[in-house]
C-alpha cells in the first residue's frame, strides 16, 4: 500500500517568515493530495489540496507544489502568523478516498 | 447544521470491555469513515462506508467492527477492549468517494487501562 513520509516533525519560524513542509510518497499511482490543519484539541480540517494533473495551487498565503517524477509535494505558508501554529497532515490517495494515507503531521509553531 | 458529531468525547475501559462509538453526520453525505490517531503516526482509517449497506475495511482493521446503521449514522466496535486500542478516534465523512474533501467529527479520546 501507499507509504507516505512527511518532514519536519516539528518547525518553528518567527511570525513573518516562510514555513515548508515536505512529503513523499511511495506509489506512483496516487493522485490526490490534500493537506490537513489540526490545532490543539480540534477536529483536523482540509485547508489545500491538489490532484496530479496540475503542479501547483494556491490559495491567499497557502501553496502546495507537486513533484510526480520525484514523488514528492510541498505546503508552503508565506507571512506566518501566530493563528497558523497548528499540526499540518499531508495525505496521498489513488482516485478515491477510500485508502487515505496520512504522514505522521508536522508541529508547526508561530513565534511572535 | 452540526456536520460530524461523536459520541462520546471521552471514554475510559477496562481491558476485556467492550463499548460502541457513535459518530452521526447531517450532510447527506454518502461516505463515511472511522479513524485512529496516535502521537506520531497520523491518522489510520480503521473502516470506511462507500455508501448505506456496505462497509470495507482499511489499514488497521483488527480488534474492530463497524456498522453502517442508514445514511447519517456510522457506528464502531470494540468488541474486547486492549492498551493498544488507547487513541483518539475520528469519524469522518465525505460527499462521494473520488478525491473530495474529508469532513472530521470532534474525536473521541478513549482510555483503556
Known amino acids: 500500500g501507499e507509504n507516505v513520509e512527511q518532514h519536519p516533525s516539528t518547525l518553528s519560524v518567527q511570525e513573518g517568515d516562510s514555513a515548508v513542509i515536505k512529503c513523499t510518497y511511495s506509489d506512483s499511482a496516487s493522485n490526490y493530495f490534500p493537506w490537513y490543519k489540526q490545532e490543539l484539541g480540534k477536529r483536523p480540517q482540509l485547508i489545500i489540496d491538489?490532484?496530479?494533473?496540475?503542479g501547483e495551487k494556491k490559495d491567499q498565503r497557502i501553496a502546495v507544489t507537486l513533484n510526480k517524477t520525484a514523488k514528492h509535494f510541498s505546503l508552503h505558508i508565506t507571512e506566518t502568523q501566530p493563528e497558523d501554529s497548528a499540526v499540518y497532515f499531508c495525505?496521498?490517495?489513488?482516485?478515491?478516498?477510500?485508502?487515505?494515507?496520512f504522514g505522521a503531521g508536522t508541529r508547526l509553531t508561530v513565534k511572535p | 447544521n452540526a456536520g460530524v458529531t461523536q459520541t462520546p468525547k471521552f471514554q475510559v475501559l477496562k481491558t476485556g470491555q467492550s463499548m460502541t462509538l457513535q459518530c452521526a453526520q447531517d450532510?447527506?453525505?454518502?461516505?463515511m469513515y472511522w479513524y485512529r490517531q496516535d502521537p506520531g503516526m497520523g491518522l489510520r482509517l480503521i473502516y470506511y462506508s462507500a455508501s448505506e449497506g456496505t462497509t470495507d475495511k482499511g489499514e488497521v482493521p483488527n480488534g474492530y467492527n463497524v456498522s453502517r446503521l442508514n445514511k447519517r449514522e456510522f457506528s464502531l466496535r470494540l468488541e474486547s477492549a486492549a492498551p493498544s486500542q488507547t487513541s483518539v478516534y475520528f469519524c469522518?465523512?465525505?460527499?462521494?468517494?473520488?478525491?473530495?474533501?474529508?469532513?472530521f467529527g470532534p474525536g473521541t479520546r478513549l482510555l483503556v487501562l
Open positions: 495525505a496521498a490517495s489513488l482516485y478515491n478516498n477510500n485508502d487515505m494515507r
Open positions: 469522518a465523512s465525505a460527499q462521494g468517494q473520488s478525491q473530495e474533501t474529508q469532513y
Open positions: 491538489i490532484r496530479s494533473n496540475v
Open positions: 450532510m447527506n453525505h454518502n461516505s
